[in-house]
């Protein structure tokens, strides 16, 4: 049964910490997503890849997030330093570009949840 | 820019009855996605059930079934004979069919209650 893969499920850290999650999207999807949840902003796009090329970073905050895809089985999402308000859950999400005959739907992970003390 | 609008933050319905969500949404666009999502209390993301713009008749999932009406650009979601398990934080989704700008852009999110 073909699934998204999160790690870690939760992490508890400290201010000023390195936090890096790691995503497995599933096998032949060309396209990741990372989205963020919060209570006060809902889910929030941070980036996605096509094909691990980025095509769109402009929701993640540039000074300390980064995100990558090192290869096809691989996304990661780094926060450096961490903040109290970026704890949130963060979803990793795959899925086929668009096209004709193609349902367009993503599957979702099962989140990260981060809390920044 | 595309948005999406659930204008219900809250709804409860008695079990075995019917409860519609409602949903609109904003785009210059002729062809795309919506979607419906459940985040029950697990968190897991689960499709409900999905709309492609150019089919006209309106998708449907044993007890799910859509309303979906391009003109007026509306895409609700009817629950039948709602059970327990179906309580849950609902969100309705818009996907674009352009391949340079096709992120999913949610609404945010209804929570269902379902009354035993």
């Known amino acids: 049964d073909a699934r998204v893969t999160q790690t870690p499920r939760d992490k508890v850290t400290e201010m000023g910490q390195e936090v890096t999650m790691r995503c497995q999207p599933i096998?032949?999807?060309?396209?990741v997503f990372w989205y963020r949840q919060t209570m006060m902003q809902g889910l929030e796009l941070l980036a996605y890849?096509?094909?691990?090329?980025?095509?769109?970073d402009s929701g993640m905050p540039k000074d300390r997030f980064s995100a990558e895809m090192p290869d096809a089985t691989l996304a990661t999402l780094k926060i450096q330093p961490s903040e109290p308000r970026d704890s949130a859950v963060y979803f990793c999400a795959s899925g086929f570009g668009p096209s004709r005959g193609n349902t367009g739907e993503l599957f979702f992970g099962e989140g990260s949840r981060l809390t920044v003390l | 820019a595309q948005t999406v609008t659930q204008s219900q933050p809250e709804m409860s319905v008695q079990e075995a009855e019917t409860v519609t969500l409602s949903c609109t949404y904003d785009?210059?666009?002729?062809?795309?996605?919506l979607f419906w999502y459940k985040q029950p209390p697990s968190r897991q993301m689960i499709l409900v059930i999905r709309?492609?713009?150019?089919?006209?008749q309106n998708a449907t999932e044993n007890r799910f079934s859509v309303n979906f009406q391009k003109a007026a650009k509306s895409f609700s979601l009817k629950i039948s004979d709602s059970q327990l398990g179906d309580a849950a934080m609902y969100f309705c989704?818009?996907?674009?069919?352009?391949?340079?700008?096709?992120?999913?852009?949610f609404g945010k999110g209804t929570r269902l209650h379902i009354l035993p």
């Open positions: 890849f096509r094909n691990r090329a980025p095509l769109d």
């Open positions: 709309q492609e713009a150019y089919k006209q």
């Open positions: 785009t210059s666009e002729s062809d795309y996605y």
């Open positions: 989704a818009y996907r674009s069919t352009d391949f340079r700008d096709d992120k999913i852009i």
């Open positions: 096998l032949g999807h060309n396209t």
